[in-house]
């Protein structure tokens, strides 16, 4: 995936329980046990929502530049969805 720098970026997971995904950013923990990260709380966020029968844990970049480009990963850790989930980003001028 592209992204253009200083847009938006939403990475979804979706999961059948209500138990928080785990996002990690080229393998360090990003969003562990439903807590972003301190140091990224500025520009990372978490869209969660639950249309009845899946909730979503949408991870949301902000104002994306070439420092965020690379692997992100959501871990199912309740094992009722897609187990992993990878986004592999680069920024574009």
Request: glycine share 10%; hydrophobic share 35%; aromatic share 10%.
């Amino acid at each position: 995936m592209t992204v253009a720098l200083g847009g938006m970026v939403r990475l979804n997971c979706s999961t059948l329980q209500e138990v928080p995904v785990d996002w990690t950013y080229n393998g360090e923990p990003l969003y562990v046990n439903g807590e972003i990260d301190v140091s990224l709380r500025s520009r990372y966020s978490i869209d969660k929502s639950n249309d009845g029968q899946y909730t979503a844990y949408v991870l949301v970049i902000s104002d994306f530049n070439a420092a965020d480009a690379g692997e992100y990963k959501c871990i199912d850790n309740a094992g009722s969805g897609p187990e992993l989930v990878i986004y592999s980003i680069r920024g574009n001028k």
